[in-house]
């Protein structure tokens, strides 16, 4: 079973930022990218470091602590699927974005 967080419209990246988003206890950061939305936890799958704050090249975000790269579509490490950063789709009906999540992930 799914749930769609709607994203506050002041949160909604514009292209090339990203937000961050507290939904129940979860974190998580959301990247514009060519006009596509990312989103994905705020915590790196190694130890645990925030990924918001992180250096993006194209789609893919760099932890700032140790320098692991991860694909913001898929949530994999580069050129691995042996570590991996819980992503969810991102959908848009009209000008609402929502976050689908699974509804055991709310947390609230
Ligand atoms: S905590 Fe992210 S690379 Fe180590």
């Known amino acids: 079973m799914t749930f769609h967080f709607e ?12 937000s961050f988003l507290q939904i129940g206890d979860k974190a998580l950061a959301l990247f514009n990218v060519a006009h596509q939305l ?14 918001f704050g992180g250096r993006l090249a194209g789609k893919v975000i ?5 320098g692991l790269r991860f694909d913001l579509a898929s949530g994999c490490l580069l050129n691995s699927t042996q ?9 848009r ?3 609402q974005v929502f976050i689908v999540m699974d ?3 709310r947390h609230e």
Do not use: M
Not at 7 to 18: A, S
């Open 7 to 18: 994203v506050p419209q002041e949160k909604v990246p514009t292209l090339g930022e990203r």
């Open 38 to 51: 990312y989103a994905i936890d705020d915590s790196c799958p190694h130890q645990g470091a925030s990924l």
């Open 62 to 66: 760099q932890c700032c602590a140790h």
């Open 83 to 91: 570590l991996k950063v819980a992503s969810y789709p991102v959908t």
């Open 93 to 95: 009906v009209g000008e």
């Open 103 to 105: 509804a055991g992930e």
